[in-house]
């Protein structure tokens, strides 16, 4: 029978493998929060910080009732896997208490760089994965090979990059009769999550992720953003479509959530 101290350590051996190849150990992100919160419960029962495991357990519960993967799922549907995602949350909490080693740390300098105007270069903008890491670098951790983490020497929080390769049916091969799905090797970027007072403040979609999240007419019903011009566009396609009925007793044309 092993030893509580053997037991730690396996747990702690199997940690970087936990957080950088989440599918491995789980197929949804309800699933991987279970995993991950027992083990961190468990590294924290073993170590006597129960202090430090009431903190995380605040961040973790700001996600909501529904759990970590809760908001993922209400953005992007229920069929899309979170398993990511949750995983990167569940990261920085490991590291947090010291569990987690990572490769690279960014000073002040490189956060300010990275934090400064993103909103203004993410939101509403396609941008490729290749394009943030030659901008600001190797990330600190990349989880699943698409959710890339960078994390400030301070702890103040971390930041992610979620990028996405939508398999849909892939691509039609003409005289074969059939889809096949090819995989990119430069993913777009869906979304951005920054250090925020709540999980919604913290969020920027790119252009990417505002259709995936509402489909191409996402900007009909998202006119806040929208110069005068583009504004007065939208609202007369939006009486276009309530005058007819095919539409307007239809689904919101704005978009589906997917």
Known sequence: MRSAAEVRQRWLDQLPRLVTRPGMWATTGH??????????????????REPDQDAVHAVLNSYGKLGVAGPFIAMFGKDRSCVAEVASVFAEQFH????????????????????????????????????????????????????LCYAPADASGWLFFDCFQDHGPGEYVPGAGR?????????????????AADFEAGLILTLYGKVMRWGPGWWLNQTETLPDDEQAIAAQLRAVEASDPSQSLGAQRGGPRR
């Open 31 to 48: 699933a991987f929060d279970m995993l991950a919160r027992g083990l961190l419960e468990d590294l924290c029962f073993l170590d006597e």
């Open 179 to 195: 889809y096949e799905w090819r995989s990119n090797d430069d993913p777009l970027v869906r979304t951005v999550r920054r250090p």
């Open 96 to 147: 947090r208490l010291g569990y987690l080693q990572l490769g690279r740390l960014l000073d002040a300098d490189g956060w300010n760089h990275l934090t400064g105007g993103l909103r203004q270069r993410f939101d509403g903008q396609d941008v490729p994965r290749s394009e943030v890491e030659a901008s600001y670098g190797p990330p600190s951790l990349i989880v699943d090979k698409r959710v």
